[in-house]
């Protein structure tokens, strides 16, 4: 007997989707998220209060993508009822290290006791809030507030020293989801 590869995503009632497409649109209490997702011989629909997610061409390559495009939209809905949070903690054992929000950029200064400046970009849609030495970034995308940790993580990299010596950096400790995004 051959296993369904039909992925269905149940609707929230205060969750509204429209599929344009390739795009698909999910708006909800705290916010929209428009994306483009598409791969050959997939399908997204929505009936009723329902999107499934099927398949015209059963290979491995479009049973893989079932799942993933179904992930895709589950987070998009869970993004605009709760939204993400990720906590990220500054490690550092003598400079101090100096953290500022500029625009769309974190500025880190004093890493390492170095004189330039680092960088770190903040992608649209996530807020990043500093309290002493732990950073908060929210959002209702998940794929957005986990790139601007990864983004914040790699800008305090250390390349050219011992890394079980130089631990200092600023670090994932956690994440959640959230009931409200600021």
């Known amino acids: 007997m051959a296993k369904e590869l039909k992925k269905t995503i149940a609707i929230p009632d205060n969750v509204d989707v429209s599929i344009d497409g390739r795009s698909v649109t999910v708006s909800g209490p705290n916010g929209e998220i428009t994306r483009e997702l598409w791969y050959p011989h997939l399908i997204i629909q929505q009936i009723e209060q329902n999107v499934y997610v099927d398949t015209t061409m059963v290979r491995k390559k479009q049973k893989a993508m079932i799942g993933t495009l179904a992930s895709h939209i589950r987070n998009m809905i869970d993004?605009?009822?709760?939204?993400?949070?990720?906590?990220?903690?500054?490690?550092?054992?003598?400079?101090?290290?100096?953290?500022?929000?500029?625009?769309?950029?974190?500025?880190?200064?004093?890493?390492?006791?170095?004189?330039?400046?680092?960088?770190?970009?903040?992608?649209?849609?996530?807020?990043?809030?500093?309290?002493?030495?732990?950073?908060?970034?929210?959002?209702?995308?998940?794929?957005?507030?986990?790139?601007?940790?990864?983004?914040?993580?790699?800008?305090?990299?250390?390349?050219?020293?011992?890394p079980r010596v130089f631990q200092d950096g600023i670090y994932v400790v956690g994440k959640e989801m959230v009931e409200s995004v600021e």
Do not use: W
Not at 99 to 120: H, M, P, Q, S, Y
């Open 79 to 162: 993004g605009v009822v709760s939204g993400y949070r990720y906590r990220m903690k500054m490690v550092y054992s003598h400079f101090p290290i100096q953290l500022r929000v500029d625009g769309d950029r974190l500025i880190i200064g004093n890493f390492l006791g170095e004189k330039k400046e680092r960088t770190a970009r903040i992608l649209s849609g996530v807020d990043v809030a500093l309290t002493g030495d732990e950073v908060v970034v929210t959002g209702i995308n998940k794929e957005f507030v986990g790139q601007t940790a990864a983004n914040i993580e790699q800008a305090t990299r250390i390349k050219s020293r011992d």
